[in-house]
């Protein structure tokens, strides 16, 4: 899987951790629920299945304009880090970090943007 470079250390954005799932599991699911969806802030869960079984959940926040991803696409953005999550407890793309490049980017920024 390519990874990408985000302060020194790799990271595997979500797009290929899902390419890699669908590699590995071409039958497997990936579902994803809004757990909380109020005054600007989503919350998501991602649950992958492989061969009927529950084998991984992952979970995500995000709150509308907390970022600049977030001032459009807040939902959006939510659900793919709860995937990307979800399936780095399963064990894709995990190398360095649970974490995603996508998640680790928004972190980055949104430290960034809180920063006098």
């Known amino acids: 899987m390519e990874s990408i ?3 020194g250390k790799q990271y595997i954005t979500v797009n290929e951790r899902v390419k ?3 590699r590995l599991h ?9 757990l909380a969806n109020a005054d600007s802030q989503v919350m998501f869960k991602a649950e992958v299945i492989v061969d009927d079984v529950l084998v991984a959940t992952g979970h995500a926040y995000e ?7 977030n001032k ?3 939902i959006e953005n939510c659900e793919t880090s709860a995937i990307g999550r979800a399936l780095g407890m399963y ?10 490049a996508d998640e680790v980017k928004n972190a980055v920024k949104q430290q960034e943007d809180f920063l006098w």
Do not use: V
């Open 72 to 74: 459009t696409s807040y």
């Open 20 to 22: 890699e799932f669908r």
């Open 63 to 69: 709150k509308e304009g907390s970022s600049f991803i």
């Open 26 to 34: 071409p039958k497997g699911q990936i579902l994803t629920s809004i």
């Open 91 to 100: 064990g894709i793309g995990i190398d360095t970090s649970l974490a995603s």
């Open 5 to 7: 470079d985000i302060k």
